[in-house]
């Protein structure tokens, strides 16, 4: 690791690399930035000069004090968010092992050791109810815990009408209610206040037993409990909360029920964004899990979770435990994570109205398993541009060439490869700020047939399906999936042994997800507005010509859609209103894919 800050190209901000080059400009000494052309005047020794392709700067040590300690043990944080509410007492059918409570009505068992069953249901059928399920899975994971993770802490917070903040079980449970529960500067004062738990190996038992002590009834304050808990996991950064809920926030901040008005609606998202700033900015993760068959409005809750690093997931009650233990597998290894890629001047980065050679991404919270993807093009001398963009374009793009280079400054400087930069920012969990800059060059061509005969369907896969699920969540429907069926075509063309063959069957089975509940979804809005059912079906066939994309066609598509609204912003809004939890699930989960998943689908 190096120390000190990077030598950075003024006009650019590329970083000075392996593949730079110094010369002499009389006695002093020049950098000519492989990026932008420009002429850096620097003053260096050989040493100082970057000699590998990847190379991380200590911009900032990590301070003497930290408030995970420096022992190297992990002493993170776990807070898990339980709902507690009337609900949760609804039965599924299964068993499981559960600890005897004081109180019959949590006990799966009945007065004699037998097992409970519904009226008329089979002998061998038996019920739990979905507090039950929980409270097994948690004391499942505080034993898992409390065995190979000793060090870590776990604190518990309860929500129904109220939020319970029970901690690590060591003390007096906290309960909030009333008006506190829609005071967003009294919850974090809470929040912070609480102390920080005990380690698991000493709370283990007594959180056990609050575990097995929550009845359930009531409404459900998920908002105000989500930032009580966020505020909670602040205190140790890489700390996670984890929320399982079956229910819509219904009580105080946050209320995602009976939205009459975009205006409410936007005053709830605005709530849950500003969560989602508050965990990222204190390196903490929340994932989101729901009871299958439940309805949560899971398109916002889901937003605080990919935007920290967190994961969402509907499950059956019966399998929490899998679902716990997989979110807790998965540590968070740095944080306020940010990805700045830099491509030669002959470029551009797609989906930036300025057509720039440099994108930012502030992604946040990262574990080991986070893919950032971007994508780019060719940047054209002509003014006049193409009419319409292949699908060959787009995989070129993003695999750094152009299906035809004829008219671009990549020709016209005559060259056979480019350099590709990415500066990844960010804070380790003591502390420490540091920069990683990995710098390749990539041969170019003009012929497209070999620009896919090298392409690697994987990561092309992995951005594609992460490109339409944002879309998707936007409320921006047809775009999402015209972008799902050109890679798809894309992908196809070039099947060519069994490996391609069933790369590309993993990604037509996650997009093909995807896209048909949006076409659903797009259809019953038609269905509402008094249009037929096929309307759909022919103006997206209409977009499409063999491998081609019409954007002009798309376009008007576009507009044919979007006159169920008054306007494009009015229709995202909408959608995201009504959003249902099985498309937005499939979106969430689409945009976490990596490009090993997309190798192997046994994960599904």
């Known amino acids: 690791m190096h120390t000190g800050d990077p030598v950075t190209c003024t006009d650019c901000k590329a970083m000075l690399s392996h593949i730079s080059k110094i010369t002499k400009d009389g006695e002093n000494q020049v950098w000519i930035c492989e990026y932008c052309g420009t002429s850096n005047p620097v003053d260096l020794v050989s040493e100082e000069i970057p000699a590998e392709a990847d190379v991380t700067y200590m911009i900032e040590p990590a301070p003497a004090t930290t408030a995970s300690g420096r022992s190297g043990k992990d002493e993170s944080l776990v807070v898990f968010c339980i709902d507690v509410s009337g609900s949760m007492h609804e039965e599924v059918p299964g068993t499981m092992r559960l600890k005897r409570n004081l109180s019959d009505r949590f006990c799966f068992l009945n007065t004699h050791g037998e097992n409970k069953r519904l009226h008329g249901q089979w002998r061998d059928v038996t019920y739990v109810t979905r507090l039950q399920s929980i409270q097994a899975a948690v004391d499942s994971q505080l034993q898992e815990l409390a065995k190979e993770h000793p060090n870590r802490r776990v604190a518990l917070v309860t929500f129904n009408s109220d939020v319970t903040v029970v901690g690590d079980g060591s003390g007096i449970p906290l309960t909030i209610a009333g008006e506190k529960l829609n005071s967003e500067d009294e919850l974090m004062r809470i929040g912070s206040e609480v102390m920080l738990p005990t380690s698991i190996a000493n709370s283990r038992d007594t959180l056990g037993k609050q575990i097995f002590a929550l009845e359930d009834g009531g409404q459900t304050a998920l908002g105000p409990a989500l930032l ?9 950064p890489g700390s996670k909360v984890i929320i399982c809920t079956d229910g819509m926030a219904n009580t105080g901040l946050g209320n995602l029920d009976n939205l009459v008005t975009t205006e409410d609606f936007e005053v709830a998202s605005v709530f849950y964004q500003k969560v989602s700033t508050i965990a990222k900015s204190k390196g903490v993760s929340v994932s989101i899990l729901t009871i299958a068959g439940t309805e949560c409005r899971l398109v916002e809750l889901g937003r605080v979770a990919s ?8 499950v059956d009650p019966l399998k929490l435990t899998q679902e716990f233990g997989n979110i807790l597998a998965d540590p968070v290894i740095a944080t306020r994570v940010v990805a700045t890629f830099l491509v030669h001047k002959g470029l551009y980065i797609r989906n930036d109205a300025s057509k720039s050679s440099r994108a930012v991404k502030e992604v946040g919270n990262v574990s080991k398993g986070t893919e950032i993807t971007f994508e780019y093009g060719v940047r054209r001398t002509s003014s006049k541009s193409s009419a319409s963009t292949t699908a ?9 060439v152009s299906s035809s280079a004829s008219g671009s400054e990549l020709v016209q400087d005559q060259l056979d490869e480019l350099p590709f930069q990415v500066h990844i920012s960010y804070i380790d969990l003591e502390g420490a700020k540091a920069v990683r800059v990995l710098t390749q060059t990539k041969p ?3 012929e497209r047939k070999q620009a896919e005969m090298y392409m690697n369907m994987p990561i092309l896969s992995t951005h594609a399906i992460q490109k339409s699920s944002v879309m998707a969540v936007e409320g921006d429907y047809t775009p999402s999936r015209l972008n799902a069926y050109m890679y ?8 060519s042994d069994l490996k391609t063959m069933n790369q590309y069957s993993v990604y037509n089975k996650r997009s093909s997800s995807l896209s048909n509940k949006l076409l659903h979804e797009q259809k019953t809005e038609a ?10 079906d022919v103006e997206e066939s209409e977009m ?11 376009k008007k598509t576009g507009s044919k859609l979007l006159k169920l609204f008054k306007n494009p912003s009015t229709a995202r809004t909408s959608r995201r ?3 249902p939890d099985a498309v937005a699930r499939i979106a969430f989960v689409n945009a976490s894919s990596s490009s090993r998943a997309m190798e192997d689908d046994s994960d599904d």
């Open 228 to 236: 009580v808990s966020t505020v909670i996991a602040c205190q140790v």
């Open 307 to 314: 935007q920290t690093g967190g994961q969402v997931n509907t």
């Open 392 to 400: 060959a374009g787009n995989s070129e793009a993003a695999a750094g």
């Open 444 to 446: 170019i061509t003009k």
């Open 488 to 495: 798809q075509r894309l992908f196809y063309r070039n099947v």
């Open 527 to 536: 269905q509402s507005s008094g249009l037929e059912l096929c309307d759909l």
């Open 544 to 554: 499409h010509t063999g491998d081609t994309v019409d954007a002009g066609k798309t």
């Open 577 to 579: 209103m009504n959003c």
